[in-house]
């Protein structure tokens, strides 16, 4: 019997997530002995996965061009199981917050405005290098996905998980709970009544981040990862996306927000007072699934609407 | 789920010409009748009347109906009616949507009659749409205790104790303080009867003492409220007194030996005590207490002076506090208020001159009892004063202070300047004011004649500023006479603030321990303002007095008489009905954040082992916690997921 096949797509990515893969550490040889690695970009000299086909593609990376697109199209093809591999491929990832800016503004800041950058004549690359689509995409976007592996990167163990149920033929599903769920810092009372960046207050090794003032987004995102980043002592960032039963994180986000400031009126800051509070309200609350949340069509249509009609 | 195809009822009420004066009645039948699920759609006058109660049971027998939608007023009105008829039928009551047409369409579109037909269309269709998805749901019973806990010992706590006492019930009354009495006690009359405040507290204050059905627990703070409705668990902590209550026959020989001398807080520091001593002569438990934070160490090696002066051998410095736990039926609150800090209002000077006082200091300066045995004497000369000024509304209706009127500032003003002016006619007493507010039984007669018969002289105008004079040792006061429309300067060698009431200090704090909420002046919040006057949102929990809204003693006692028969009312009944609409957690989703708990007004929520739990009594079904859970583990059973997205679908979907 021939050994499983797996193929690994690199698209709009910083190829954290292949690095991920060599992170299995002592587990690599075993895995590599039970299935056969036909394709990864960072290891291999090839231009697209075998055209035999394989057992199981991973993609990472979310789709940015036209070129991408193609390539998306053409694992899945040949592909019998598609994974969604990391937070950019899932949701559009931090890529995916250029989704804040039209396609132009980025060309124009990239290539024009920058100030490291020297170009007189003002061109724009368009002949031999791919062209941009509007927007930074999540894969499902385009194809049909099997397995989601969030995270960014996903976590070694979860990948091995991962490739242990996809060779013995299991689902592979992640607990439908959130971060909190693993998290091992102790849940007291919730009454905050100011909210504050990491690292500008001394921090309670023992005791919730987001009760300390914080901004984790343990509670809205999906579990699985063992709590990582708190059990660090740094909030969570949500790279492991909403919960399959959630809409959108960042409305959950602003939910809990809300729950976690303290009941007492007297006491509680004015809500204007919390939205200063947190700076960047999107690349908090979606640093890693704008490009996939609800807000992300009516957020991109208004932008450009806005950036119109400022010029008009 | 019920897997029975729904057959919806939908009956539109004109609610005389309320809703039918500007709603167009038949074409909103007629729409109705279109609508998925419905068998019928009808009209009638009013709704609520006995034949259009009989309507809805009628055409429920003939066409088999087994949901019912009226649309009509707000369900806070007439949900339990409508209930009653679908219970009656043998429904289950809680297939029934009620969509408020009247206060949501015909009341507030009165000149839209379109638009109002338009918005009455979306509410019955996202009504009918809810109604096909509504659960049956069972309304549960539980029993009682017979015991009632009063919180705050003040003329509303005293008075409540007594009435449920009487009525053969036990209380258990918790006072802070050493002793009974709260602000009442601190009065010297009361307006506008002038009788002695004292003369008619303390024969109620030794009723509470002496009464074989109250256990009085002073000196001790609720710190713990579990369970719900009927069946309160209530941790009480009694704070060490270092003096046995029951030993002590307040002799007052440990005053004769005691070194220490601390201001009074009784006499507002006017006065001093010692540091073993009784907060006031009628005090009840009449007993004294040592007070650790000026007591000279405790030990007999450092004084022990008072141990060794008591025959009674009542006084034990290893006493401990003690955490009492306690079955509760009804909670009535009534923890009172604090006088609004005068240092907060620096314009006025109090702090810095010592001869502007507040009008609780001039209270205790007028009572017979008081530091100065009822002279009255400027604080800094202790000489007679010979004018006196009254500042009204003194950290009230103010926006950097409280907005709110304190109502009871300008009958004590009135009433002290009578005091005076009866005491010593050649004193002059002016009283700076925004308004006179006297709208309570007998004050407008009392308000005519102190200014007739008593000589006060009265300047309407908020006071700007107060001031030392520069040539003498009297007080200046500059204001705008908006009577006359210029500025006055006056001086006076007393100027009074009459400081309005605040809601008590860490009033927020027993509100979280209670699971009941305040209003946004941080007063405890009355379930409706008319009808529900002395309930919380909180089953079970009642509230009266100052710890409400600012209060006088007359509204206090009524309120207070109020809640004492609403709490009869369910500990005699012995048993209470609980709504079925309590939130039910997906274990499967729930990872214990505690986000729910901490967003659930009622206190109902607690994260135990990780996973959310839902006490079912003290859950009111209010849903905050399933919009805040970030993971959707928790839905209440009267307002699930699928019945909120029907309703979106339906307001959604193009009306036809």
Known sequence: ?312 | MSTEEPKIGVFICHCGSNIAGVIDIPQLVEYTATLPNVVVAEDYRYMCSDPGQDLIRERAREKGLNRVVVAACSPTLHEPTFRRVLESMGLNPFFFDMSNIREHCSWVHTHEEEAALEKAKDLVRMAVARAAELEPLVQKEVDVKASVLVVGAGIAGIQAALDIADAGYKVYLVEKEPSIGGHMAQLDKTFPTLDCSSCILTPKMSLIGQHPNIELLTYSEVREVDGFVGNFKVKVERKPRFVIEDKCTACADCLEVCPVNVPDEFNTGLGWRKAIYIPFAQAVPNAYIIDTEHCLGMTPIACGKCKDSCEAEAIDYEMKPEILELDIGAIIVTTGFKLFNAMEQLEYGYGKYPDVMTNLEMERMLSAAGPTDGKIIRPSSMKKPKDIAYIQCVGSRNERYNNYCSRVCCMAALKQARQIREKYPDINVTIFYIDMRAFGKGYEEFYESTSREYGVTFVRGRVAEVRGSFDSDRIVIRAEDTLLGQPVEAEADIVVLSCGIQAAENQGDLARVLGIQLSADGFFLEAHPKLRPVETNTDGIFIAGAAQGPKDIPDSVAQAKGAAASALTMVTAGRVKVQPYAAVVNEELCAGCGICEASCPYGAVKVVDNVAQVTEAQCKGCGTCAAACPNEAIAPQHFTMDQIIAQLDALFQEAR
């Open chain 1, 1 to 312: 019997m021939t050994k499983p096949s797996l193929a690994v797509e690199t698209l709009s990515i910083c190829s954290g997530c292949e690095i991920a893969i060599l992170d299995l550490h002592q587990a690599l040889p075993g895995v590599l002995d039970a299935i056969d690695l036909k394709y990864i970009q960072v290891l291999m000299d090839f231009r697209e996965p075998p055209k035999e086909g394989v057992t199981v593609g991973f993609v990472s990376g979310g789709v940015r061009n036209e070129e991408q697109v193609e390539l998306l199209h053409k694992i899945r093809e040949r592909s019998q199981i598609l994974v969604a591999f990391g937070a950019c491929s899932a949701f559009g990832g931090i890529p995916g917050l250029a989704n804040l800016h039209t396609k132009d503004e980025l060309l124009q800041e990239v290539y024009i405005d920058t100030v490291s950058t020297v170009n007189p004549k003002g061109v724009i690359p368009h002949k031999v290098v791919p062209p941009l689509l509007e927007e930074v995409h999540p894969i499902s976007d385009f194809v049909k996905v099997d397995y989601v592996l969030p995270g960014c990167p996903p976590p070694p163990k979860l990948i091995a998980e991962l490739v242990t149920c996809l060779l013995e033929g299991k689902e592979f599903r992640l607990e439908p709970k959130t971060v909190c769920d693993q998290c091992p810092l102790t849940k007291d009372e919730k009454s905050v009544t100011n909210f504050i960046r990491w690292g500008t207050k001394k921090i309670d090794p023992e005791r919730c981040l987001l009760e300390q003032g914080f901004q984790c987004l343990g509670p809205v995102t999906q579990g699985g990862c063992e709590a990582r980043c708190p059990t660090a002592l740094a909030p969570c960032r949500g790279c492991f996306g909403p919960t399959e039963s959630v809409h959108d994180q960042a409305a959950k986000m602003i939910g809990a927000i809300g729950s976690v400031v303290i009941q007492d009126p007297t006491k509680a800051p004015a809500p204007e007072q919390i939205v200063k509070e947190i700076p960047d309200l999107v690349g908090t609350y979606l640093r890693f699934s704008l490009a996939a949340s609800t807000f992300k069509k009516a957020l991109h249509t208004n932008v450009v609407k806005m950036k119109k009609g400022v010029k008009a």
